[in-house]
């Protein structure tokens, strides 16, 4: 039977108590998850006891709160033209300003945090009620599906604990956080059938950083047209409004975020550096690598790149997802959400929880019916290499490096989604 083996039981495994246990693929992503986490201390220790530098094996060596406080002074800037000026290409006489290389929507979104008195605190602030009220979610989604309490506490929160995007994100002081926000609710939406819900949040999360406009694709195989227009109105509506707000006037507002946001996106591409290999998952160092191969120049990648990305996603969600489940649509369409923007560092890998909380409620549900699912535990394993330090997969001499790692990783996913149905089909048929 396609997608599912033989039934195993009756019914649901119940431990001590009368409380269900977790099921086996949650239970070896745990562990697996643990031991990953202790492996990067080990490996860790001797990278520091071998004397290389504090950036190869400590994962948190960059400064503290980096990317927050890399633009207070351009923000005393707002709604004039020169928050747009190219501080990266005339350093002189502005030597504390830095481009602010984001979406319009994203530089409305940071404005609230360079207002507040303390930008650090306020985005620990909504940074703790976020990760406690995610936690607190999952733990009672378990709760409720009948794991025992401890277990059903204990295995969200250790996990969101070890999970280097989340620990990198919150270190760094990134944006990523309102935008993982948008998406992460917007799935709950989805599932619980807020569709208007789901794409509007979609669209602010599209306005901030383009690529989750593609999470609007899954209201296309439930005919959720209207929900659809509302989503990329939400998405043009809220871009056009911040361009307004920017100011000083619309088009120098547009004119310069497109000038950021493409120059910063076309001096990464340019490059393969160490640095890129390490922090990028994205498939286009991959596709840089071919293109060396071929004496391709890499400043010239870009737009065969999106041409064949564009093509791959087209081909795969109309032509196998689109009849797949819920939670394959949802795996394939996250993860080339994450894997394809040229530019997709550590904290991008968070957005990658909410596909793993589908799959990990197909495992439960899975355990309830007495059935196995094909290839799901194989699957959730996967996620793992996404959630560990950089420092546990990146060995230079070796020719191995974490980004590169990460994107074969994504890639089997994406694969993984198209190749294994993930839902409950029991015997005789019934779903």
Not at 351 to 372: D, E, T
């Amino acid at each position: 039977m396609d997608g599912v083996k033989e039934k195993e039981q009756p019914g649901p495994v119940e431990g001590a108590g009368g409380r269900v246990r977790l099921p086996r693929e949650l239970r070896a992503f745990w562990i697996a998850s643990l031991a990953a986490f202790a492996l990067t201390f080990v490996v860790g220790w001797l990278k520091y006891r071998s004397g290389i530098s504090r950036y190869n094996w400590d994962p948190l060596s960059d400064p503290l709160f980096g990317d927050l406080m890399e633009y207070p002074a351009t923000y005393s800037l707002l709604h004039t033209s020169a928050f747009f000026f190219n501080f990266a290409e005339h350093p002189w006489p502005y030597p504390m300003f830095s481009t602010v290389p984001y979406a319009p929507f994203a530089v409305v979104v940071m404005a609230p945090l360079y207002a507040f008195p303390i930008p650090v605190l306020l985005f620990l602030m909504v940074a703790g009620v976020w990760l406690a009220v995610l936690v607190g979610w999952l733990s009672r989604a378990l709760m409720r599906a009948g794991i025992g309490r401890t277990t059903a506490i204990l295995m969200p929160l250790t996990l969101m604990a070890i999970c280097f995007p989340v620990e990198r994100l919150v270190h760094q002081g990134n944006i990523e956080l309102v935008l993982w926000m948008f998406t992460a609710v917007g799935v709950w939406a989805y599932v619980r059938e807020y569709y208007d819900a789901a794409a509007v949040l979609w669209g602010l999360a599209a306005a901030m950083k383009l690529f989750p406009i593609v999470l609007l694709a899954l209201l296309l195989p439930r005919r959720h047209y209207r929900a659809f227009a509302v989503g990329v109105g939400t998405f043009v509506g809220s871009t056009v409004w911040s361009l307004w707000w920017l100011g000083p006037t619309i088009r120098v507002a547009w004119a310069g975020s497109l000038a950021n946001v493409f120059n910063y996106q076309g001096v990464r591409v340019a490059e393969l550096t160490l640095r890129e290999l390490v922090a990028n998952h994205s498939m286009i160092d991959l596709a840089k690598m071919g293109a060396m191969i071929v004496h391709f120049p890499l400043a010239r990648l870009t737009l065969p790149y999106y041409v064949c990305g564009a093509l791959v996603l087209a081909a795969a969600f109309f032509g196998k997802l689109w009849r797949m489940p819920a939670a394959n649509q949802m795996l394939g369409v996250s993860t080339f959400m994450v894997m394809f923007p040229p530019i997709s560092y550590y904290h991008a890998l968070v957005h990658m929880i909410a596909p793993l909380a589908l799959l990990g409620w197909v495992a439960i549900r899975a355990q309830q019916a007495g059935v196995r699912v094909r290839g799901l535990q194989g699957t959730m394993l996967l996620f793992v290499p996404l959630f560990v330090p950089f420092t546990l997969l990146t060995y230079p001499r070796e020719l191995l490096y974490n980004g590169v790692l990460q994107a074969v990783a994504l890639g089997l996913l994406f694969l993984c989604a198209l190749e294994y149905p993930f839902e409950i089909v029991e015997q005789g048929g019934a779903r």
